[in-house]
């Protein structure tokens, strides 16, 4: 009898291990999407992409939550997801953009034709913040807080579920 | 029309599963042997829809057809065809469907070989094998579709990940597949015979061979795994103890167990409760692999899908097979136990221990790999597990275990061997010294190195290992014993070059102006300029360097920065000196100023030797099965029980 219940042992081990599995897939796998969640947004001083001789730092960041967005007018999703930018912008939402690895002309052309929602846009076209930030491609949507600490990261374009069931919710809670 | 006949494949392999699962399953119960021999034509129908299929997706990349979803997120029009081929298996959908590809390759092979066998075993087998098929034939129809078509259709795609885009990708990805996919033969051999009430040593001879290929596959992978990390990734190392790389390392070491545990059972009769537990564990493991790269689950370096249904979904198939194998390894099991006597020190207990040892590696990297997750699982914070954890426990372990390889080479079946023990334990004394002076003139280059000790008795074990197994009677050597030998000549060589690369290299972060130079273990670096160049879908700043070494221009150097305009990434491309005895590496960091980058320059001893070890013990491995074909032919063992 005893060794029959020796022979269950394996089954026992792998039940427990499922169990934990499960729990392990119930984690957020967002919160562990970024490093840099929870520190500030890194050092820089780049061009202004609307005038080229101005120069973008730290401190020319909004100083209440808003949203970064990472774009480029050559990014097919990027373009997708404007038209929501665009509304945010109109519901007063700050968001900064970052042209990142872009033609200056192209993001000029692509912001003239189908609007402008961000409230300063970061010339980023050798993709040098977006290197410290850690950004891996075009559309990513940054939620920082008013003393410039990351909070949120979404990497892939914004729809309406995500802004009402992810970024939102995380946007309002730094609001409040 | 492409991918549409991509998915209808898809399809038809999803029913010759559902068929190569139920038919054989229904012709057992009704003992009726014509229902039995469908499970042959089920197979090739399934290999033979796989393969369609994902050609299909292939063709789809060559011909830069975005409007497949998948070909859109993973390729572009700039990319060269190599790469367009390799990018079908570059993302989750392609390479969960290369997945079921390899895994309808090997149930095909298994068809193919086992007509001669007892065809209730095979049959039974097939079936086994055809349901693990259909899970995964589900699993990506209804969670992974690679297939899907987008509206409107976008003009570009996003490109493949410019870090997988080297020849490391075209064939790291596949070796491990078909390494991971094969012990699912192994699993339903084993499990097939416990169905039908025996386990014993014509079993053990069937499985060993597939077991040796599918290992054969993963040790090839893995080590191509860790030399594409070395040159690609401008990391400067081999082997981080990622989630993602443990994912593989885990069914290698079960994999490995059971290759010298199925030689005990296949010879002596005995540890099958061993076998079988290893044989059902390494496909158990493969499983939990997949899980852990395709789920999100864990934090990694490699950058995977992170998608919760896929997670669960893996989960679930993880948990059918395995719960199910357990479960009738609980139930049926039930095995004579041979009155098999052997002193202590004999082969037998030296294997038994390798057994052992083997198996608190495998639990030790697993308990490293989730216990992160448990840990936040449960609220308590947010840890990580490194390195020291990992070596910390691999050391001692693999110091018991070059012993018991060299002691095993002592010993004889059941009793000790007076002889060739004394001869054998007198190679040690040369080993201590050659380990002496290795590390000697290798820390004399660089005044920042020391002497260590634990490397020292690392370094003498296994070249204690190395003559022992290469002291021999060469004359009474057959193939089998050969692939032995190479394996463990493989073994000492990895150690080696680990030991050595790990406890010896030497590196320093520099920043350098043109014609600036630094010295780094005896060799001066001499940065001469950098120049701008086009490649087919990058643009680069390349690095020029010289190396000296007593004012003698030995070699000049090449490292790159490239910016992937379409996926907009940087990559750096490492500038490698191979050396029999070291090799001089650099890897170029952030422009600094109009002429002046950062660089890393490393010198990492005898890292050569670790590749080396790998292909060797690869090698034994195909060559010890390519030894039991022959047995085959020569003595028809191909008799049932």
Known sequence: ?176 | MIPELGFIALLIALLSSFLLTLIPLVGMIKRNTNLLSYAWNFSYLFAIFSTISIACLAYSFSVNDFSVEYVAAHSNSQLPLFFKIAATWGGHEGSMLFWLFSLSLWTAAFAFFSRKIDPVFSARTLSILGFICLSFAIFILFFSNPFIRQFPLPPEGRDLNPMLQDIGLIIHPPLLYLGYVGFAVNFAMTLSAMLGGHVDAAIARWTRIWVLLSWFFLTLGIMLGAWWAYYELGWGGWWFWDPVENASLMPWLIGLALLHSLIVTEQRGIFSYWTILFSLFAFAFSLLGTFIVRSGVLTSVHAFAVDGERGTALLLIFFLLTALALTVFALKVNLRQSAVRFSVFSKESFLLLANVVLTIATVSVFLGTFYPMVFSAMGWGSISVGAPYFNSIFVPLLLIMLIAMVFVLATKWQKMNRTLLRQKSILLIPALLIAYLIIHFTVRQDESLRFHFSAFVLLSLAIWLLLATLWINWRKIGLRRSGMILAHCGVALAVVGAVMSGYFGSEIGVRLASQQSQMLNGYEFRYIGFTNELGPNFTSEKAHFEIYKNNQKLTALYPERRYYEVRTMNMSEVGIQWGVLGDIYIVMGDKLAPNEFSFRLHYKPFIRWLWLGGILMALGALVAAVSLVQRKKHHGVFIGN
């Not at chain 1, 029959?4 to 562990?32: R, S």
Request: net charge positive.
């Open chain 1, 1 to 176: 009898m005893k060794r029959k219940v020796f022979l269950f042992l394996p089954l026992i081990v792998l039940l427990v291990i499922c169990i934990f599995l499960i729990m392990g897939l119930k984690q957020d796998p967002k919160k562990i999407a970024s490093a840099l969640i929870g520190k500030p947004v890194p050092e820089f001083f780049q061009a202004d992409l609307l005038d080229n001789n101005r120069i973008i730092s730290n401190k020319h960041l909004p100083k209440q939550p808003y949203l970064l967005n990472v774009w480029g007018s050559w990014c097919y999703y990027c373009q997708q997801e404007h038209p929501l930018l665009m509304e945010l912008a109109e519901q007063r939402i700050p968001i900064v953009g970052l042209n990142y690895r872009d033609k200056k002309q192209g993001a000029l052309e692509m912001l003239a034709k189908k609007g402008n929602p961000f409230a300063l846009v970061i010339d980023d076209s050798r993709g040098e913040l977006a290197m410290k930030l850690g950004v891996d491609g075009a559309p990513e949507t940054y939620v920082i807080d008013e003393n410039g600490v990351i909070r949120y990261r979404y990497s892939g374009a914004v729809d309406k579920t995500i802004l009402q069931k992810e970024i939102l919710p995380e946007f309002n809670k730094l609001r409040n």
